[in-house]
């Protein structure tokens, strides 16, 4: 049983920077032990007793755990050529990435019943660079599919109050929300909504059929998807968990906000925390890093659902996520071909809703943390994209942290050098990201997989093979 061991004077262990040796097993793919300092060497007697022969010290780089980004539309099979699983997952390892957790739809079929989860996986086999978990979907008339799914060993499940942009996948409503979560109400798994709900009770832009709005400005659509879309989505489903707990002895299924990108939610997240309920929610790279005062004509490339919002907006989320209302980050990553991001027309109105970033949330954050006061420290990004990440997906016994056996899941990122983010050279399938051509503090050098390497950058990138899994441990946490 090959045992390996890397150190560095910067490892980020338990919320907190410290110098460390780890050592992991290449067969088991576990942390056997942590001594907290750097050993000297591979001489180093506290090595010898577990045979080590290779031991690393990548001082100055900085050790983490690996990254479990809960939110991607890998979108295999059935539309392969807006992702798929070998694109999606190395471009994921590049950015220290080794969990995703991959959406339930954009793929067709989408993963609403067993069958449909028995192909998705089938289409997976061989494909899989990082590990790969997997979201359920809520569609009318699935009720009686959810308990099978969680026992076929989905993490959770996906609903949309409003139209999800394919046609596979329509929205539920309140009578369904209360139904799943009292049919989910005592599983582990996750109630997931994409919170943005058009209850018709004000006027939008769109319904103002006097004012012509030109389709190609951002505002146009900013103004189509307002705050309050947000604010009342959020409201009823906390409602739905309220009762939901009433009518069950005041135990009730864990509920998580999805990409949420306004700051008139985050009292509403607050509130519920106060009042004990089990509800979370997660914010995007997009949202804390891109402001629509920036969003320029035509650029398409930026439009998801809900929208990027104001500067005021994008500081009021930092501070939401460093407060605990909001409790992770997460890429989001929802990539689609170029013809239906309609880059010569830039027309937002009729453009698909999705942006491409999984790989490059690392460095979007160190970097766009740095300019906050005070700058966010690479402890906080873990607690959000690792530690946080990995309790809202029940994997939080094994991945998110560096802990005795746990994953050996560990990225090595030199958090001082620099890159350029271009189009041709990101990872995913469609090469088209809201960040062509902005420099990023902070490289990821390498990303380590249950003992074994899935990405270095100073040989050639992804691994020869894929060395990722499918997690389909029914959710026991
Ligand atoms: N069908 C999608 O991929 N939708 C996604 N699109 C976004 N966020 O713009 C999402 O997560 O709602
Ligand atoms: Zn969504
Ligand atoms: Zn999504």
């Not at 500067?311 to 170029?338: F, M, Q, Y």
Request: with cysteine.
């Amino acid at each position: 049983m090959p045992i390996k061991a890397i150190g560095s004077q910067r490892c980020i262990i338990d919320s907190r920077e410290t110098a460390a040796t780890l050592l992991y097993s290449t067969d088991s793919g576990k942390i056997i032990e942590i001594y907290n300092e750097l050993v000297p060497s591979v001489d180093d007697p506290r090595l010898k007793l577990f045979d080590v022969e290779d031991f690393e010290d990548v001082t100055p780089k900085v050790i983490l755990p690996g990254l479990v980004d809960s939110h991607v539309h890998l979108n295999e099979p059935g539309r392969t050529d807006w992702e798929g699983f070998a694109t999606g997952t190395r471009a994921a390892s590049s950015g220290g990435v080794t969990t995703v957790v991959d959406m339930p739809l954009n793929a067709i079929p989408p993963t609403i019943n067993v069958a449909n989860f028995n192909t998705k996986l089938k289409a997976a086999e061989g494909q899989l660079w990082c590990d790969v978990g997997f979201w359920g979907g809520l569609v009318p008339g699935n009720l009686k599919d959810l308990i099978p799914l969680v026992k076929a060993g989905v993490r959770g499940f996906k609903g949309f109050l409003m139209d999800s942009g394919v046609p596979e996948f329509p929205p539920i409503d309140k009578c369904y929300i209360e139904n799943a979560m009292s049919e989910l109400s005592n599983s582990k798994a996750m109630v997931m909504f994409h919170a943005e709900l058009d209850t018709g009770s004000q006027e939008t832009s769109h319904d103002n059929h006097h004012q012509e709005t030109d389709s190609c400005q951002y505002d146009s659509f900013l103004a189509s998807r307002p705050d309050r879309f947000e604010f009342d989505a959020i409201s009823l489903i906390i409602d739905c968990l309220k009762k939901s707990m009433a009518a069950n002895s005041g135990k009730g299924p864990s509920v998580h906000i999805v990409h949420l990108a306004s700051m008139e939610a985050i009292p509403l997240m607050r509130q519920a925390h106060k009042d004990g309920l089990p509800i979370t929610a997660e914010t995007c790279f997009h949202y804390l890093s891109l402001a629509a005062e920036k969003i320029g004509k035509g650029a398409t490339f930026c439009k998801c659902c809900p929208p990027i919002r104001n500067e005021k907006n994008r500081l009021a989320l930092w501070e939401g996520l460093r407060d605990g209302s909001i409790t992770s980050v997460v890429s989001d990553h929802s990539p689609c071909t170029p013809e239906l991001k309609q880059l010569e027309k830039g027309d937002f109105m009729s453009a698909w809703g999705g942006i491409s970033s999984v790989g490059l949330g690392l460095p979007l954050l160190h970097t766009v943390g740095s300019t906050l006061n005070p700058s966010v420290s690479l402890m906080e990004i873990v607690k959000w994209c690792c530690e946080n990440t990995a309790e809202q997906v029940g994997l939080q016994h094994r991945k998110g942290h560096l802990r005795i056996g746990y994953d050996a899941d560990f990225v090595i990122f030199d958090p001082n050098a620099k890159q350029r983010v271009t189009n041709p050279t990101v990872y995913f399938k469609n090469k088209l990201t809201a960040y062509n051509g902005q420099e990023l503090i902070g490289i990821v050098q390498r990303t380590i997989l249950r003992g074994l390497t899935i990405f270095d950058v100073s040989h050639g990138g992804p691994s020869k093979s894929p060395l990722g899994k499918p997690i389909l441990e029914p959710r026991e946490h």
